[in-house]
């Protein structure tokens, strides 16, 4: 269908979606590099698309999913270089969507997921003087989404779990007492999380590693 008829742009932002829908069935069941090559095709026709529809803010979010797909790959297969390389142009074109709607609070969040993946390359390579650059810049968007939407477990996680790889860069660059504060506010989130709903098993997981890095770092 899109080769008879080219100027269709939604039939190719369609067939992107399904490059990357099998790409990600395919990763599901271990066949990493079959979807790598349905990421790669995903990816293709959306920078494309990216040039003739540059204003098509679906479309350039679409895209950021894709680098973001090839780069989960990347890291999976420890390929950093490459991780790196998609991960930065996820969170590059995420800020620009941001730039151009700041009050899309969904967006701003995807934005914070960019730069944790940035940040977890750079910590899984020993760098953590550059992974804790990252890792506060998403920390920073999360308590603010928090602050403006105090009711969404899912972010209150997800700002655990920031302060938490804040923590972590911390640590690797031997700053243990600032990272136990770290550790310490991503604790707090959770409890707070678990008054609502105690019998949480993933909350529960996330409270008992918290509280051991605390111990370890305090004992």
């Not at 490059?19 to 069935?25: D, I, K, L, Q």
């Not at 494309?48 to 679409?62: E, G, I, K, M």
């Not at 707090?188 to 996330?206: I, S």
Request: with cysteine; proline share 2%; hydrophobic share 35%.
């Amino acid at each position: 269908m899109t080769e008879r008829h080219p100027e269709n742009s939604e039939w190719h932002r369609e067939l992107s979606i399904s490059y990357n829908r099998v790409g990600g069935a395919l990763q599901a069941q271990g066949y990493v590099n079959e979807a790598l090559l349905k990421y790669e095709a995903s990816k293709q026709i959306l920078v494309q698309l990216c040039r003739l529809v540059s204003r098509n803010a679906q479309t350039q979010r679409d895209l950021c999913v894709a680098h973001g797909c090839l780069g989960g790959v990347y890291r999976m297969q420890a390929r950093w270089d490459d991780a790196l390389k998609e991960f930065k142009a996820y969170k590059r074109r995420m800020k620009l969507l941001t730039r151009r709607d700041p009050a899309n609070c969904d967006w701003q969040h995807e934005l914070s997921v960019a730069h944790n993946c940035v940040g977890s390359v750079f910590h899984a390579r020993g760098w953590y003087g550059e992974a804790l650059h990252e890792y506060e810049e998403a920390r920073d968007i999360m308590v603010a989404l928090t602050q403006g939407d105090p009711e969404n477990a899912e972010w209150k996680r997800d700002l655990a779990l920031a302060h938490n790889c804040v923590g972590k860069a911390r640590e690797g660059r031997g700053e243990l007492s600032r990272a136990v504060v770290e550790y310490q506010q991503a604790l707090a989130v959770t409890k707070g999380l678990l008054a609502l709903n105690p019998a949480n098993k993933l909350w529960q997981r996330d409270m008992e590693e918290f509280q051991c890095q605390i111990e370890q770092l305090t004992r």
